[in-house]
């Protein structure tokens, strides 16, 4: 089996937000609007925390998993690539975390 990318997470998501009513979990997710999403987003935050902590391995990285997967349906509904995460991600190479997380504090 090939290796499934974040790149083809994210094909596979426009896909299925873009498929016809009531045929896609993805489409029914984005149907309800980014607030929603977003809430469902923080659930999943919550649950890879809570694996991380009390839970074993397997748990954590199915956890974890449908974090990625509720993170792709967040940035589909706002139009947001991943590549544009990515150059952000990239951008923050430059520096230090440290320094990059005091500028975003104002110094």
């Known amino acids: ?3 499934f990318t974040v790149y083809d997470l994210e094909k ?3 896909t299925r937000a873009n498929a016809e009513p009531g045929t896609s979990y993805t ?9 929603h999403c977003a809430k469902k987003l923080g659930e999943e935050a919550v649950e890879v925390a809570i ?7 397997a ?3 199915a956890e974890t998993a449908d974090l990625l997967y509720h993170l792709f349906v967040v940035l589909e509904v706002r139009g947001v690539s991943f590549a544009e995460v990515e150059a952000a991600l ?3 190479t430059r520096q230090t ?3 990059e997380k005091a500028a975003r504090k104002g110094g």
Do not use: F, Y
């Open 1 to 3: 089996m090939e290796p």
């Open 12 to 14: 596979r998501v426009k």
């Open 27 to 35: 489409r029914t997710l984005v149907d309800k609007g980014v607030a």
């Open 51 to 57: 694996a991380a902590i009390a839970e074993d391995r």
């Open 59 to 61: 748990r954590l990285v």
């Open 90 to 92: 990239g951008e923050r």
């Open 97 to 99: 975390g440290l320094d």
